[in-house]
T-cell receptor
Framework: DAGVIQSPRHEVTEMGQEVTLRCKPI?????LFWYRQTMMRGLELLIY????????DSGMPEDRFSAKMPNASFSTLKIQPSEPRDSAVYFC?????????????FGPGTRLTVT | GNSVTQMEGPVTLSEEAFLTINCTYT??????LFWYVQYPGEGLQLLLK?????DKGSNKGFEATYRKETTSFHLEKGSVQVSDSAVYFC????????????FGTGTRLAVRP
């Protein structure tokens, strides 16, 4: 199994530019999660999808952030326009309900730097 | 709402020392409990889990027991190695909250040779 795949692994962009982060969940998983990790705020859940439908986006910080999941094998997180305070590591995770324990599998993350 | 509280880090130990990282939780129902580990430059990996009271999760020499009476899930290892240096996250899922994991803030462990 390839695991959760994220791209790019590193992104450096200038303030005001659009940034798109990509995620391919593990095949057969029907839930997908986007997290942001910073030193100041730790690990934050931004949004999650179940069967390609956004279930909870209460963690999305601002309207500059948007996420889509057009099919079961692909999701994007877009920031437009980007700001320096968006610099963080963004993780994607996926899970498949297994009884009562929903184990999440994390991707390697995308390190975003906005200058 | 649900919450997870972990001991502040960093924790610095010598190789072969005994490790305890404390974790307590608040939940309205009966959560499942997890420990995740994050090695430098990587994503989080599930280390162990427990789904009901008195369950003991174990993996790679690490153990944690689900204590409902004290709402705790402390992580222990009898003899740490340099390769255990990482950040450890305690987390819970409660079905009433859907599929959302509630994470603690993480505890950084550094093991000296």
């Amino acid at each position: 199994d390839a695991g959760v795949i994220q791209s790019p692994r590193h992104e450096v962009t200038e303030m005001g530019q659009e940034v798109t982060l990509r995620c391919k969940p593990i095949s057969g998983h029907n839930s997908l999660f986007w997290y942001r990790q910073t030193m100041m705020r730790g690990l934050e859940l931004l949004i999650y999808f179940n069967n390609n439908v956004p279930i909870d986006d209460s963690g999305m910080p601002e309207d500059r952030f948007s996420a889509k999941m057009p099919n079961a094998s692909f999701s994007t997180l877009k920031i437009q326009p980007s700001e320096p305070r968006d610099s963080a590591v963004y993780f994607c995770a996926s899970s498949r309900p297994s009884g009562s324990v929903n184990e999440q599998y994390f991707g390697p993350g995308t390190r975003l730097t906005v200058t | 709402g649900n919450s997870v509280t972990q001991m502040e880090g960093p924790v610095t130990l010598s190789e072969e020392a005994f490790l305890t990282i404390n974790c307590t939780y608040t939940a309205t129902g009966y959560p499942s409990l997890f420990w995740y580990v994050q090695y430098p430059g990587e994503g989080l990996q599930l280390l162990l889990k427990a789904t009901k009271a008195d369950d003991k999760g174990s993996n790679k020499g690490f153990e944690a027991t689900y204590r409902k009476e004290t709402t705790s899930f402390h992580l222990e290892k009898g003899s740490v190695q340099v390769s255990d240096s990482a950040v450890y996250f305690c987390a819970l899922i409660e079905k009433s909250s859907g599929d959302k994991l509630t994470f603690g803030t993480g505890t950084r462990l550094a093991v000296r040779p």
